[in-house]
T-cell receptor
Framework: GESVGLHLPTLSVQEGDNSIINCAYSNSASDYFIWYKQESGKGPQFIIDIRSNMDKRQGQRVTVLLNKTVKHLSLQIAATQPGDSAVYFCAENIVANDYKLSFGAGTTVTVRA | DSGVTQTPKHLITATGQRVTLRCSPR?????VYWYQQSLDQGLQFLIQ???????AKGNILERFSAQQFPDLHSELNLSSLELGDSALYFC?????????????FGNGTRLTVT
């Protein structure tokens, strides 16, 4: 699989490989995190979320890992497909301060056939 | 389809003008959020309404205003437009608190100011 140790704005992945997208979140008080996928010409689409009392959560072909010690979030996509090509954003929220969902800089994932 | 409807999809206007962007939230959602997405700034939170009342403000300019109507649809008004206001404007809706119901986004309104 391919991965980035630091947040990089672009990631090129071979179809069928696993992808790892990283995100360093900004606020140590954040306790709820979401990954969104944005395809060209569309709005962000919810993928998976995780609360700070967890360090791992799995969905369909996706896994989110949370490391609160270093304020790091990652999204793993298994068996990457052409339809996974998109911009991926992590977003953070402070549950006690409901109102704001803050987005990180996105990562553009391109799947090579 | 997220269930959030935004109109118009595209808007081209001149500097100094005023425009109104409209958003219909998903059925049952009481919260509406507005975000601005530009190439160099990512997704920036502008303002949130819950059941008709303003709940939070982000980086919203004084030239911009919004409201949420009794039927829960929302409008974002942008006035005295400048070239730098060109961006994608997204509306998102949620049932109540963010952690109970992640936001669902519409497909945005692309505003071009010439």
């Amino acid at each position: 699989g391919e991965s980035v140790g630091l947040h990089l704005p672009t990631l090129s992945v071979q179809e069928g490989d696993n992808s790892i997208i990283n995100c360093a979140y900004s606020n140590s008080a954040s306790d709820y995190f979401i990954w969104y996928k944005q395809e060209s010409g569309k709005g962000p689409q919810f993928i998976i979320d995780i609360r700070s009392n967890m360090d791992k959560r799995q969905g369909q072909r996706v896994t989110v890992l949370l490391n609160k010690t270093v304020k790091h979030l990652s999204l793993q996509i298994a068996a990457t497909q052409p339809g996974d090509s998109a911009v991926y954003f992590c977003a953070e929220n402070i549950v006690a301060n409901d109102y704001k969902l803050s987005f990180g800089a996105g990562t553009t994932v391109t799947v090579r056939a | 389809d997220s269930g959030v409807t935004q109109t118009p999809k595209h808007l081209i206007t001149a500097t100094g003008q005023r425009v109104t962007l409209r958003c219909s939230p998903r059925s049952g959602d009481l919260s509406v959020y507005w975000y601005q997405q530009s190439l160099d700034q990512g997704l920036q939170f502008l303002i949130q309404y819950y059941n008709g009342e303003e709940r939070a403000k982000g980086n919203i300019l004084e030239r911009f205003s919004a409201q949420q109507f009794p039927d829960l649809h929302s409008e974002l008004n942008l006035s005295s437009l400048e070239l730098g206001d060109s961006a994608l404007y997204f509306c998102a809706s949620g049932r109540d608190r963010v952690y109970n119901s992640p936001l669902h986004f519409g497909n945005g309104t692309r505003l071009t100011v010439t």
